[in-house]
């Protein structure tokens, strides 16, 4: 499981718009600061690749079942985009090809279902240099985080914007951390008295996920995946797009069967109920090209069988 260098070169000019001055990709670090690097891959993977299961949706034969690496080489490749374990293993790998030391971590989103989130640990770059704290990459979450955090805190980490989301992170001890996000921008971070263990949170700073740097294999998550693509991502309906102050999002309504547009800025949100199948297909075309009009379609109406609409 591997991208080539040509697929690395491609990937970073053609879609990232990352150049590389000089005769292969070791040279792009030997360019500037390796975090200078990881950070400008980083940001633009979230600008360039969409968080979405609209390919999931979109083939029912598919249902329950994890992508292969190939599956999920040709989504990102082809801008498409997809969950977490879609585009964080294909950072992986791309990190990888260009020279960084990293590994796969899991984290959990929902406390019923461990394990079934996973993000990226970078942890060095070659040859053999580590770094003096390990660092989290997640680029397959629905709120964006535009650079590596450094995880070499105490307890409570700065507070980091990402476009539309502020976020901290919390050190609970052993190699595991939670990660917390607003929208308030307004919000300063809540006192270290207010959260217990890691999980209690106040009315502006919600947790997302909690996670551990320790590294694992993409196998290790076979089974903790088949909750999110056999029930949870079966039932939502997501499509989601970042900017640089900027979050466009379709996404299921509080009625069943309802799709919403929102368009989040750090003056507030925006939503509009989309009304019909053609009001949700132009939409998913103009958020996502990557996805074909028939795939966006037949996920639209997979997502309302399964909720008995018609």
């Known amino acids: 499981m591997a991208l080539t260098e040509e697929e690395v070169t491609s990937f970073l000019q053609t879609t990232l718009h990352i150049n590389i001055k000089g005769p292969d990709l070791a040279s792009l670090l030997a360019e500037r600061q390796p975090q200078q690097v990881l950070n400008q891959i980083i940001k633009a993977f979230n600008l360039a690749i969409p968080f979405q299961n609209?390919?999931?949706?979109?083939?029912?034969?598919?249902?329950?079942?994890?992508?292969?690496?190939?599956?999920?080489?040709?989504?990102?490749m082809s801008k498409q985009g997809?969950?977490?374990?879609?585009?964080?293993?294909?950072?992986?790998?791309?990190?990888?090809?260009v020279g960084f030391a990293c590994h796969l971590a899991a984290g959990?989103?929902?406390?019923?279902?461990?394990?079934?989130?996973?993000?990226?640990?970078?942890?060095?770059?070659?040859?053999?240099?580590?770094?003096?704290?390990?660092?989290?990459?997640?680029?397959?979450?629905?709120f964006p985080m535009f650079q590596a955090i450094p995880l070499n805190f105490e307890?409570?980490?700065?507070?980091?914007?990402?476009?539309?989301?502020s976020y901290y992170l919390q050190n609970t001890g052993s190699g595991?951390?939670?990660?917390?996000?607003?929208?308030?921008?307004?919000?300063?971070?809540p006192p270290q008295s207010d959260i217990s263990n890691g999980w209690q949170y106040d009315v502006q700073w919600e947790r997302l996920y909690n996670f551990t740097i320790t590294p694992q294999t993409v196998d290790y998550f076979d089974e903790p995946l088949l909750e999110v693509y056999s029930d949870r991502f079966l039932k939502k309906?997501?499509?989601?797009?970042f900017r640089e102050?900027?979050?466009?999002?379709?996404?299921?309504?509080?009625?069943?069967?309802?799709?919403?547009?929102?368009?989040?800025?750090?003056e507030g949100t925006s939503e509009t109920v989309l009304e019909s199948e053609e009001e949700v297909m132009y939409w998913a075309t103009e958020l996502c090209p990557g996805i074909p009009?028939?795939?966006?379609?037949?996920?639209?109406?997979?997502?309302?069988?399964?909720?008995?609409?018609?």
């Open 245 to 266: 102050d900027t979050m466009i999002a379709l996404k299921e309504g509080r009625l069943v069967g309802q799709v919403l547009l929102l368009n989040m800025t750090k």
């Open 237 to 241: 309906f997501r499509l989601l797009r």
């Open 176 to 189: 595991n951390y939670v990660r917390f996000y607003s929208t308030n921008f307004k919000q300063d971070l």
């Open 54 to 76: 609209i390919s999931l949706l979109g083939c029912p034969e598919k249902h329950k079942e994890i992508p292969d690496w190939g599956e999920m080489k040709s989504a990102v």
């Open 82 to 97: 997809g969950l977490c374990n879609t585009n964080n293993i294909f950072m992986k790998q791309l990190l990888e090809a």
């Open 293 to 310: 009009e028939a795939l966006s379609k037949a996920a639209y109406r997979n997502w309302k069988h399964i909720h008995n609409v018609h």
């Open 155 to 165: 307890h409570t980490s700065p507070q980091y914007e990402s476009g539309v989301v």
């Open 108 to 142: 959990t989103c929902n406390l019923a279902h461990p394990n079934n989130h996973i993000v990226t640990i970078v942890t060095g770059y070659c040859p053999g240099t580590r770094l003096d704290s390990p660092l989290l990459v997640d680029v397959g979450c629905g």
